[in-house]
């Protein structure tokens, strides 16, 4: 699991027992999460990047002295579930394309005995 699956983890989480979309993230919650607080800051940057959440408020120092309160967005909360979905559909593409081409092959052996 990467450093941005595991945060992503833990806000959805925090997002389970919120009654909005917004999470907060502080220093105290660094040995819940298992990352150091570079590793957590350098996450939710890459996650803001992928268009996973927002950032609302955050420390002036980029540090987690004070907490970074964050805006998830649907793609972050059903992070998991759309990995698994494109996975299955990856199998299913490729699943779909080894059994035509067996076929084929299969095809191709028989007219060449044939001949």
């Known amino acids: 699991m990467t450093n941005e699956e595991k945060l992503v983890k833990f806000l ?8 909005t979309n917004e999470v907060s993230v502080n220093r105290h919650e660094l040995p819940e999460i298992g990352l150091t607080e570079q590793e957590v800051i350098q996450s939710i940057y890459l996650l803001n990047e992928d268009n996973l959440l927002d950032i609302t408020q955050k420390s002036v120092h980029d540090d987690l002295s004070i907490f970074w309160k964050l805006s998830l967005k649907s793609s972050c909360v059903h992070y998991f579930e759309n990995k698994t979905k494109e996975r299955n559909a990856r199998i299913k593409e490729w699943v779909w394309w080894g059994v035509t ?15």
Do not use: E, P, W
């Open 101 to 115: 081409t067996l076929i084929s092959v299969g095809a191709l052996v028989v007219a060449i005995i044939a001949l």
């Open 12 to 19: 959805n989480n925090k997002f389970q027992n919120s009654k």
